[in-house]
């Protein structure tokens, strides 16, 4: 299985300051269409995940702006531009172009 | 807007059997790649099953080969997961979930225990 990898665990972001969570894949994620299907979650407390990322670098409806995605083969990053008090929670990494579909541990962001 | 109500989670023990189910509306169910994810505070997030829009490709991970089947009724648009010789480890909240996981229901939890 596709192993992936995220850092740091722990993410404490003072208010309004940028913030990036790193994601490792094990194997690249660039599919034989030339896709990478990497996606980005974030699980706030108490509720289900949320897509806000997918396919490397497209934001969902809804998403803001300020959330964005990038890398490529084995090495992905999501940013966030000024984090506000609605983005605490975890975030995760999920590949999707190998089977199984696997996860990142998952990133807890916190306010400082 | 779509929703995913699931249903069936419950206390079972060791060997047992439960199903669950996944009532889809306010997208094209019929045409749609659908999967069950599963979500432990230890194990984290794991995917377990998809099935793709007619129901005749199923792919499932190896820890539950053998034991789980998923199905779907596209007339009721409906998934199901039928869980068999459940174990500690498969003690998990469910989530139904659709094509590469844009949306999610709120889950069903699953207890295996004596």
């Known amino acids: 299985d596709v192993v992936m990898t995220q850092s740091p665990l722990s993410l404490p972001v003072t208010l309004g300051q940028p913030a990036s969570i790193s994601c490792r894949s094990s194997?690249?994620?660039?599919?034989?269409?030339?896709?990478?299907?990497l996606n980005w979650f974030q699980q706030r407390p108490g509720q289900s995940p949320r897509r806000l990322i997918y396919e490397l670098s497209n934001r969902e409806s809804g998403v803001p702006d300020r959330f964005s995605g990038s890398g490529s083969g084995t090495d992905f990053a999501l940013k966030i531009s000024r984090v506000e008090a609605e983005d605490v929670g975890v975030y995760f990494c999920m590949q999707a172009t190998h089977w199984p579909h696997t996860f990142g541990q998952g990133t807890k962001l916190e306010i400082k | 807007e779509v929703q995913l109500v699931e249903s069936g989670g419950g206390l079972v023990q060791p060997g047992g059997s439960l199903r669950l189910s996944c009532a889809a509306s306010?997208?094209?169910?019929?045409?749609?790649?659908m999967s069950w994810v599963r979500q432990t505070p230890g194990k984290g997030l794991e995917w377990v099953a998809n099935i793709n829009p007619d129901g005749s490709q199923k792919n499932f991970v190896d820890s539950v080969k053998g034991r789980f089947t998923i199905s779907r009724d596209n007339a009721r648009d409906s998934l199901y997961l039928q869980m068999n010789s459940l174990r500690a480890e498969d003690t998990a909240l469910y989530y139904c979930?659709?094509?590469?996981?844009?949306?999610w229901g709120q889950g069903t939890l699953v207890t295996v225990s004596s």
């Open positions: 979930v659709v094509g590469r996981a844009s949306r």
């Open positions: 306010g997208f094209s169910f019929s045409n749609s790649w």
């Open positions: 194997e690249s994620l660039v599919y034989s269409d030339g896709n990478t299907y």
